[in-house]
């Protein structure tokens, strides 16, 4: 069994805007952190770290790990805080939800067509968002882990492929918390009074050098990129919630732990 990686206690947020006033976006992106917060402070005690390793500027892909409906909004405002506009990989139904659909328009969500010849079009659409220099926030799981212990599960190869195909940096993120809140699916916890904590942390961009001349068509390399991406995802999550993963990775499809190499979707 692996250990867990050490770090020292991630300081309570403070709510205090970081660098995003460099990065130029609309009035309704701008408005929205602060809301987010006012949201957030009555159920969470926010700990964030690691914004350190966010770049300033470029492009850029994040890769959090996904635990349930409230912790876009978690990593969305840890990510403005950070000083970038996070643009997410989301579901296509969200955007024909009353209301809804039109905020995400209006913020350049990126919407996702799952199980469609369309998804291919994300991935072009994030390609255009990248090549302009944005933080293109992408879920490697595409949906909440289904790991019965809510540790990363077997990723898909999107975040990897964009990676290899613009050379954008990846940088994972691990998170935990949000789901004590609102658990995910089947999951049932009794009720929480007052606030829990709820901690985010990115770790350093994901080390894909060495396959970067090989492209987003060569298999292996984008299998390899996804195990990468998928085990520094992993690791922060470890930090995030103190804690060490089993070995080997929950894959949905075989309903059980298959070995991290083996665990691309």
Known sequence: MRTA??????????GRLGRSNTEPTTRLFASLPPIAGALLAPVCRLHYSGQENIPDTGPLILTPNHLC?????????????AGRWPHF????????????????????QIPVERGSVRAAGSL?????MLAAGRAVIVYPEGTFTYDPDEW???????AARLALATGAP???IGQWGANLIIPPRHKRRAHLIGRTDV????GRAVDLSDLSGRGEHDRQAVREATVRIMDAI?????LARGATAPAGRWHPGRRSRVPADEAVR
């Open 234 to 238: 992993c690791a922060q999550t470890e």
């Open 170 to 172: 990846v940088v994972p």
């Open 5 to 14: 990686l050490s770090a020292p206690a991630p300081r309570p947020y403070r």
């Open 124 to 128: 072009a659409a994030a390609q255009q």
């Open 69 to 81: 409906n409230l912790d876009p909004v978690v990593v969305g405002h840890y990510t403005a805080y």
């Open 89 to 108: 990989l989301a579901r296509a139904n969200l955007f024909r939800v009353t209301g809804l659909g039109p905020l995400l328009r209006g913020i350049e």
């Open 199 to 202: 901690t985010v942390r990115a």
């Open 152 to 158: 990363p599960m077997a990723g898909h190869t999107g």
